[in-house]
């Protein structure tokens, strides 16, 4: 069964870390969180669900993300799950609303979620990820050579 799910990313002030303090804007967990294409992602995982039998899903943020995880940092299914348990970073990545010391899925999700996205959803995802990066890159470099052209006399 879908839920129905909040579809976008939750702002970075909104994600609760119960040990207090915010999450730094510049972890390259909080920036790949702003690169990923949620519809895209969403509409590739929906329509594999019945909105009204079966068990609840998993939000399709979250079962692309852990395979990006995986993929990104070359783990295991089973610490996959474990770093995402442990980091808060990687929760906010993946749609979380707050830091939870909880392991969020059993590590046999992964075969799961690998099933739902085909090859071609996956490459059509990650294309657009790759050209949301460069755009993120370009506008970057376009900014600082406008704040340094800005600072000469």
Not at 33 to 42: G, K, V
Not at 102 to 128: A, C, G, Q, Y
């Amino acid at each position: 069964m879908k839920r129905k799910q909040h579809n976008g990313q939750l702002s970075i002030e909104e994600f609760h870390v119960p040990f207090g303090g915010t999450l730094d804007p510049e972890n390259r967990w909080v920036l790949f969180a702003t690169l990923m294409p949620s519809d895209e992602i969403e509409k590739a995982y929906a329509p594999q669900f019945s909105p009204t039998t079966g068990a609840p899903a998993k939000p399709a943020l979250l079962a692309f993300g852990a395979l990006f995880i995986k993929q990104r940092l070359g783990l295991s299914d089973e610490e996959t799950v474990e770093k995402i348990r442990e980091n808060a970073y990687m929760q906010f990545f993946l749609g979380f609303a707050g830091y939870s010391s909880k392991t969020p899925f059993d590590p046999s999700m992964m075969v799961h979620f690998r099933k739902r996205f085909s090859e071609e959803d996956l490459n059509r995802i990650t294309e657009l990820i790759v050209e949301r990066g460069k755009a993120m890159v370009m506008e970057t470099v376009a900014s600082a050579a406008e704040e340094h052209n800005s600072d000469d006399p």
